[in-house]
């Protein structure tokens, strides 16, 4: 499903998803999380994998802020994959993400 496409994974956590998408063949997969200590666990899991991460994109930032910003500077991705957890505390600035609340 991934193979030559541009792949966006949000709420990424440590890149599961963006692992099997790039070794599935992306061309291009792109990895948001609000954590950057996440994003680095998932940099290191491409590695563990034998994928080289400099050839994808890795943004620490708030998921539904990223995908809003891309929509406006003309970004297209083939594919999305969405997996927000149900609730998460968040340092800065303080807040709560609750799923039902963000996208009710």
């Given at each position: 499903?991934?193979?030559?496409?541009?792949?966006?994974?949000?709420?990424?956590?440590?890149?599961?998803?963006?692992?099997?998408?790039?070794?599935?063949?992306?061309?291009?997969?792109?990895?948001?999380?609000?954590?950057?200590?996440?994003?680095?666990?998932?940099?290191?899991n491409f590695e563990l994998n034998g994928v080289q991460p400099d050839?994808?994109?890795?943004?620490?930032?708030?998921?539904?802020?990223?995908?809003?910003?891309?929509?406006?500077?003309?970004?297209?991705?083939?594919?999305?994959?969405?997996?927000?957890?149900?609730?998460?505390?968040?340092?800065?600035?303080?807040?709560?993400?609750?799923?039902?609340?963000?996208?009710?």
């Open positions: 499903m991934a193979y030559g496409r541009r792949v966006l994974n949000l709420f990424s956590y440590t890149c599961g998803f963006s692992v099997t998408a790039a070794m599935g063949g992306a061309s291009e997969v792109t990895s948001v999380d609000l954590s950057k200590r996440y994003l680095d666990w998932g940099r290191n050839a994808h994109k890795f943004y620490a930032s708030d998921a539904l802020e990223f995908y809003k910003r891309a929509e406006r500077q003309g970004r297209r991705y083939d594919v999305i994959i969405l997996d927000p957890p149900t609730f998460a505390r968040m340092r800065r600035p303080a807040r709560t993400f609750v799923l039902e609340k963000q996208i009710g």
